[in-house]
Structures are given as structure tokens and as C-alpha cells.
């Protein structure tokens, strides 16, 4: 039992995590916007970068991404959070049954490191060159979230197997 109340509470500290996030981001928009116009501007990387071509400086685009990032961010919140109520209510059913409970879960952890690694490690990092930047530099941080959530996501997914007193 006590593995599965591990679970359940790793994927709660994981949806009020993503949700704080989020609401944060609608709440103080600009903190996080400066970011997101940097990046795809790619106003602090040298000027003479051959990729600066990858740039986007419509803020209609900026504004855009960044509502994409925040909707990211707080369905993988909510996913996480629907998950963790769906395990909890599961956690004295067979193993069979907590199992089939991890589904929502399952999404809202895979949403996060969409988010993270595609999105920040993959499209702001590579796609943009965010880390030549030395402010607005997001990797390290995407990076630490993406192990967060990728461990989570391994321990979540270990087999369940019927404890004694799992079952009603």
C-alpha cells in the first residue's frame, strides 16, 4: 500500500506543480511572455547566426505559443490531477485495477515532457537557439522539470502486484 500512496502523492505534487505554473503564467503574463518574444525573436543570439533566419517576431505568434505553452501546461496539471484522485479512489482494488487507473496520469506526466523537452529542449533550444542566449536561457530548468516527470513517470508505470490487503 504504501508504494501506491507514493504514486498517488508523486502525482499530485506533479498536477499542483503544473497548475501553480500555469496560473501563475495568466496571472503575471508578462513575467513569462519576455520570454517566450526573446526566444522566437532570437533578439540575443549573435546577429551573424546562420539560423537567424528561425526567427518570428509577429507578436500575434508570440502571444500564441505562449497561450499554447500555458494550455500545456495546465491540462498536463489537470491530467496529473484527474490521476491522482483516479488512483486514489483505486488504491485498495487489485493490481489489475489500480493499473487501468494510471491512465489519465500517464497523459498528464507525457504532457509535461512534451512540453519540456519538445517544446523547450527541442523547439526554443535547437529550433531557436535559446541556449546561446545568456539570459532567457531555459534549458537547464526544462532539463530539471524533464527528469522530475520522467521520474515520476517510471515509478508510476512500475507493475502493480496484489498486496495483502489491496483488495476490499
Known sequence: ?????????FVLMMAIFLLLV????????????AFVQHVMSMDLVAPDNPLIG????????HHIVYALIISAEIGAGLLCAIGAWQLFRARREPAERFQAAKC?????LMLAI??????????AAEWFQM????????????????VCFGIALIFLCLRESDEPGSAP
Open 114 to 123: 512534451t512540453l519540456y523537452f519538445f517544446g523547450f529542449m527541442t523547439i
Open 1 to 9: 500500500m504504501i508504494q501506491r500512496l507514493a504514486k498517488i502523492l
Open 104 to 108: 489519465a496520469a500517464i497523459a498528464g
Open 22 to 33: 500555469g496560473i501563475n503564467n495568466l496571472l503575471d503574463y508578462g513575467a513569462n511572455f
Open 54 to 61: 528561425h526567427a518570428i517576431t509577429n507578436p500575434t505568434a
Open 131 to 146: 541556449w546561446q542566449a545568456s539570459s532567457f536561457n531555459g534549458q537547464e530548468a526544462a532539463f530539471r522539470l524533464i
